[in-house]
């Protein structure tokens, strides 16, 4: 790669790499070290094909949809199963304040608990903010079934958050 190709990816991978991480450590149900080796895995791929990436309309979804197939690759793996301990590391958020800790590990732990597809739907569509099409471009699927996904995710994340606001 030249040396102003390999500033420009550098620029890029530098600037949008906590974005990165929040996205896969959603992903990935606030395992922290899964996440890292999502975007890990990103990346390095992100590096092999720049020129492509580079050349895109919209690089941003370009890479997003390079996360999201890194996950879902990996949960294909059999040892993505494997739990070596219940201790999940929180990363701490851009402020202190309790209840956001509060609301973020509840939002966190309900995310954990929903199937990887639905996941995957709710962290494209409102916190990565993609629209509907590219999160169907990127799970490989159709929009209908992005929304049915959306519906049915946001309804079980409600239920959840209610429970845990209960106790």
Same mark, same amino acid.
């Given at each position: 790669? +030249?040396?102003?190709?390999?500033?420009?990816?550098?620029?890029?991978?530098?600037? +949008?790499?906590?974005?990165?991480?929040?996205?896969?450590?959603?992903?990935?149900? %606030?395992?922290?070290?899964?996440?890292?080796?999502?975007?890990?895995?990103?990346?390095?791929?992100?590096?092999?094909?720049?020129?492509?990436?580079?050349?895109?309309?919209?690089?941003?979804?370009?890479?997003?949809?390079?996360?999201?197939?890194?996950?879902?690759?990996?949960?294909?793996?059999?040892?993505?199963?494997?739990?070596?301990?219940?201790?999940? =590391?929180?990363?701490?958020?851009?402020?202190?304040?309790?209840?956001?800790?509060? =609301?973020?590990?509840?939002?966190?732990?309900?995310?954990?608990?929903?199937?990887?597809?639905?996941?995957?739907?709710?962290?494209?569509?409102?916190?990565?903010?993609?629209?509907?099409?590219?999160?169907?471009?990127?799970?490989?699927?159709?929009? %209908?079934?992005?929304?049915?996904?959306?519906?049915?995710?946001?309804?079980?994340?409600?239920?959840?958050?209610?429970?845990?606001?209960?106790?």
């Amino acid at each position: 790669m +030249r040396a102003d190709t390999q500033a420009a990816y550098v620029d890029y991978v530098s600037a +949008r790499l906590p974005a990165l991480h929040r996205a896969a450590y959603l992903l990935c149900g %606030g395992d922290a070290h899964r996440a890292d080796d999502i975007v890990q895995t990103t990346i390095t791929r992100l590096y092999q094909h720049w020129k492509r990436a580079a050349r895109s309309d919209n690089i941003d979804a370009y890479v997003h949809r390079m996360l999201v197939h890194a996950f879902v690759d990996e949960r294909r793996l059999t040892w993505s199963r494997v739990r070596l301990t219940d201790w999940v =590391d929180e990363r701490p958020g851009d402020t202190a304040a309790h209840e956001q800790v509060d =609301d973020r590990s509840s939002l966190v732990a309900a995310l954990r608990r929903l199937p990887p597809r639905q996941r995957a739907v709710l962290v494209m569509r409102f916190l990565l903010d993609r629209p509907v099409e590219e999160v169907a471009d990127a799970l490989r699927c159709s929009v %209908g079934t992005v929304e049915s996904q959306s519906s049915r995710g946001l309804d079980a994340l409600r239920g959840m958050l209610a429970k845990i606001e209960e106790h």
